[in-house]
């Protein structure tokens, strides 16, 4: 059956109305570190997957290796292309506690999520009551007011918020690992190292032996595991914890050749001793980037690739060998989640694009220029780059491609910049994708507000979704400007408008109607009430209900729509963070719902695509753009707490002209998704003059974007030349 657009979004917001329990309203949780966390949410736009069409569509001006695609209008050519495939993310973290401290907190979450939680009041209850049986195991217990995201065990953070088990366990003389995964098998993959605490007593593995004693005489044997890895990463990305490595799985017979490849054009790149070998597995280790440019600078020593090679495939252990299979057992509420995209901050984009290419085929398929992505002074270039295995998803949740958005900073201004200075390249985030977003987010907001544990997400300020304005209400409801100043003073002095043009979010009907000037009916008031998700409505109109809208708007999601296909993404606080406000990664999770396309010559269903929905180009400016609302918004508030309102005013204003180039841009990015998905379309239908059509109009949309970002550029310059001494 073919979906149109407008049943496309019918279905997903019955998704939404299944899976949003009426009795829980959800949201994050305040963290105080929220604004850094913001900062690393910008590259998680690329929600990429992206699809040959959106490839055609998004750059003005492509890079050379684009053009030459773009042009052609052909296939990439996959002969010198290596099928990897993701394998599993490699953490490295200050301390793990044993294998039985995890197991027994596993005990107590299953046990937990078997007992109906009809709220989080009885839920936090319950939970308490489990510690009589149960213990507190890992970290005992914690008042959930009191969350913070620093500081926290990420092992615990998985298994609580997200569900997810340990399901392998090993340990060197010196380290310690274990490998958490959730429910699929061919879902995503966590390997977590730490030094082992020589203190502390050898634990016991499933066997019942000990297992520092037995493996001590191995510790060569495992160099992936070795505590020499860890101290080379952190010296090299100032002392953090952090992804240390990304790991791909590669088909047999395909590694020799990638060897070759980076000994050919990267030496520098492949540490001596490579390839290691292991019964019936091998193991290539490289650098994942260069310093500063390609080959002509030193070897950046932090950040690894990691390429695995299996001849068995029926191997006893779990991810990589030394990591024991460990038994594990989900709670009912847990979900499968499945690798869709890993994003990496550089010095040197082009280098590591091309050190990607020239090893293993890989290349670009969507870029964002300079003056498409900015908010104010802050600027970065950004591009997506992956590999065409020659095969469409025959599980539309495991995927068989893989993608790696990079990006870099353009000025010494913003987030991006800020991640590099104080812990250089590395990896930002990781990117999941479930079949159910709303349920997750339901999930975990819920368990951590009952155990006090987990995972919280970060804020999207609220015009994001919509605000009410002179302009909303002369647009929507046909108010002259006189008139609607008049009602939107009225409104904000009954408090159902902010004096940031928010309406409240639990306003009803009634104190709407007693605010209005006298005259004014109840065609209005929907407006009004609308306006607390008007930019949402621009998209999904009346396809979705109110009610479905305000738990969008109370759960912080953020939607886009390309085509006939649905998108859905959130970002967790950091993780890995050891105080309030340090740089440190985070998790990303999304879900695509994908239209049902027929192939119009045959009349045949379409393969799912991987990349369904786009890459979220509305969300990719709002985002950055709302990561400087909220630290602007943050240290506002903290100048205001200290009395001092000069400095007050300076970030208010900040807040302000963040906000306006948020207001300006949303339609524009809308017009521009719009262009990128008829070009799509008409180059499918081989429409050349209406592809071209389309194209004009996606470039109009971009040079309009740029001008934008350079009117906002020259404020906040001109702002941050007037600012007080102390800012």
Known sequence: MVLSRVSMVQAWGGLL??????????????????????????????????TERTFLGVRQQPLH??????????????????????????????????????????????????????????????WLALASSHGNPVTGERDPQKWTGHKQDVVEQMLVGLGWRVTGFGQTASTRSVAVTSS??????????????????????ADGHPAAKRQKSEKEAFDHLGESHLERFSQHQAGRQGVAVLGFQVNSGELDGIVAKYAEKHPKLLPPGMPKEYPGVRILEVYAYYQGEKNT???????????????????????????????????PSSLPAYCDHWVSNVVSRRGFLDTLEDTLGFSPKVDFNAGVVA???AQIESTVTGN???????????ALKVYLPINNALSEVGHVHLYLQEIGQGVQHIASRVADLPALVQRANDWRRMTGAGVSFLSIPRSYYGSLTQKYLHKVAGLDDAMAQKVLASLKAASVVDASDIVDLDVSKEKIM?????????????????????????????????????????????VDVQGEDLLMQIFTSSILQRAPGEE??????????????????????????????????????????????????????????????????????????FTSQLDESNPVLTAISDAMTAEGEALEAGNGPEAAKWAEEKARGQQKLQEISKKYKEHMRSLRERAPVEA
């Open 65 to 126: 290796y684009l053009a030459r695609r773009a042009r052609s209008c052909s296939a990439p050519d996959t002969s010198a292309m290596s099928s990897v495939s993701f394998s599993h993310v490699h953490i490295y973290c200050d301390a793990l506690k044993d294998l039985a401290e995890y197991k027994k907190l596993e005990e107590k979450l299953n046990e937990f999520g078997r007992q109906p939680l009809d709220n989080v009041a009885a839920g936090r209850d319950a």
């Open 184 to 205: 699929d098998n061919e879902g995503v993959k966590f390997v977590i190292t730490a030094h082992k605490d020589k203190s502390m007593a050898d634990f016991a593995s």
């Open 17 to 50: 109305r299944s899976h949003l329990l009426p009795s829980a309203i959800l949201w994050g949780h305040p963290d105080m570190g929220q604004s850094r966390l913001l900062s690393l949410a910008l590259v998680s736009i690329f929600l990429l997957r992206a």
């Open 388 to 398: 065409e295995p020659g095969t469409f998803i025959a599980n539309d949740q495991i």
């Open 514 to 558: 007693a605010a209005l000037p006298e005259g004014c009916d109840e065609d209005l008031v929907i407006h009004i009430l609308r306006a607390r998700y008007g930019n949402l409505y621009a998209l999904l109109r009346d396809n979705i209900g109110e009610e479905t809208y305000l738990r969008i708007v109370r759960n912080n999601v953020l």
């Open 375 to 377: 908010a104010g002074e």
């Open 584 to 657: 440190a990664p985070f998790l990303e999770f999304i879900q695509r719902v994908c239209s049902d396309r027929k192939d119009p010559v045959s009349g045949e269903p379409r393969p799912i695509k991987a990349g369904c929905g786009g890459f979220g180009i509305r969300n990719f400016l709002t985002l950055f753009l709302s990561i400087e609302v909220s630290k602007a918004t943050k240290a506002r508030g903290e100048a205001e707490a200290a009395g001092n309102l000069g400095l007050a005013n300076y970030y208010g204003s900040m807040v302000d002209a």
């Open 297 to 331: 600078t030193e070897v950046d020593c932090g950040t690894m690739l990691r390429f695995v090679e299996c001849s068995d495939q029926n191997a006893d252990h779990s991810v990589l060998p030394g990591i024991e299979k460990v038994p594990a057992t989900f709670d």
